[in-house]
């Protein structure tokens, strides 16, 4: 840091299993790319290339190399996955693996309809030698999935192989864990807790509101994705208490008490 400053949070050191932070790229040149290492590489884990944008943005293997150097997994986004397995074309997504030099890969069913053992097969052979994060919900508005069964399918999605479950909130933040406003689905959420250990989900959270609500219900070291390349340093700030909307979540009671005073 580039100063003291006390009662500020301790973070997980990387490479780290929680606190994580995933940043969403829809498509950034290799300058941006490079420009978004130099001020937040050291805060960001993990890198999505979202949904089917790595088969349309130029400099692919170059900007991927660029992330690994940085110590940062990427994988490309479970739309794309999608696409390939709905065109019967699994194996090839395989070999597009081995030639991008991908080591995570990440499994979803957010866009066609998969039979879950099916689904828990695929995670089972990419597991074998990359590390997966597979996704839980709809993309699609208005499709409610039951609680019990958003636990059971983590929980068969952990147990085939995942390292994370990843909760469905789409770029947009307004669909599976989230309503069409936005707001959390508390309710679904903390059953899911009570089922999940929290170290093993990584939460969407692409909208300021909901990244300070995770923060607040399972602190500072909360694993939260579809960070947008320009929001993790202030991601970053809601962490450590250093932003209006965290700002007392880290002071100790008596310096609480004089402010009030």
């Known amino acids: 840091m580039n100063y003291d400053l006390p009662h500020i949070p301790e973070r997980s050191l990387?490479?780290?299993?929680?606190?994580?932070?995933?940043?969403?790229?829809k498509g950034l040149s290799i300058r941006q790319a490079e420009d978004f290492l130099s001020v937040s590489g050291n805060y960001t884990d993990l890198i999505k290339l979202g949904f089917g944008t790595s088969y349309v943005t130029p400099g692919l293997e170059q900007k991927i190399k660029l992330y690994h150097e940085a110590g940062m997994k990427v994988y490309l986004?479970?739309?794309?996955?999608?696409?390939?397995?709905?065109?019967?074309?699994?194996?090839?997504?395989?070999?597009?693996?081995?030639?991008?030099?991908?080591?995570?890969?990440?499994?979803?069913?957010?866009?066609?309809?998969?039979?879950?053992?099916?689904?828990?097969?695929?995670?089972?052979?990419?597991?074998?030698?990359?590390?997966?994060?597979?996704?839980?919900?709809?993309?699609?508005?208005?499709?409610?999935?039951?609680?019990?069964?958003?636990?059971?399918?983590?929980?068969?999605?952990?147990?085939?192989?995942?390292?994370?479950?990843?909760?469905?909130?789409?770029?947009s933040g307004n669909v599976?864990?989230?309503?069409?406003?936005?707001?959390a689905h508390t309710l679904l959420i903390n059953k899911i807790l009570a089922k999940v250990k929290k170290d093993d989900i990584l939460w969407e959270a692409p909208q300021k509101s909901q990244q300070v609500w995770f923060l607040k219900l399972l602190g500072h070291n909360a694993n939260l994705g579809n960070i947008a390349y320009d929001d993790v340093i202030p991601l970053e700030t809601l962490r450590l208490g250093l932003r209006g909307d965290t700002f007392f979540s880290h002071l100790p009671i008596e310096l609480k008490e004089k402010v009030d005073q």
């Open 14 to 25: 990387k490479p780290r299993n929680n606190g994580l932070t995933m940043m969403m790229d």
């Open 77 to 171: 986004g479970g739309t794309l996955f999608e696409a390939f397995v709905v065109r019967n074309m699994f194996d090839d997504y395989r070999k597009l693996l081995d030639k991008l030099k991908l080591e995570c890969a990440e499994v979803s069913d957010g866009s066609i309809v998969m039979n879950h053992d099916k689904k828990c097969e695929y995670i089972n052979i990419l597991s074998k030698d990359r590390t997966v994060l597979s996704e839980v919900g709809s993309k699609e508005a208005g499709i409610i999935i039951h609680p019990a069964m958003w636990i059971s399918m983590m929980n068969k999605e952990l147990q085939a192989g995942s390292w994370k479950v990843i909760a469905e909130a789409r770029e």
């Open 176 to 183: 599976g864990i989230y309503r069409a406003n936005g707001n």
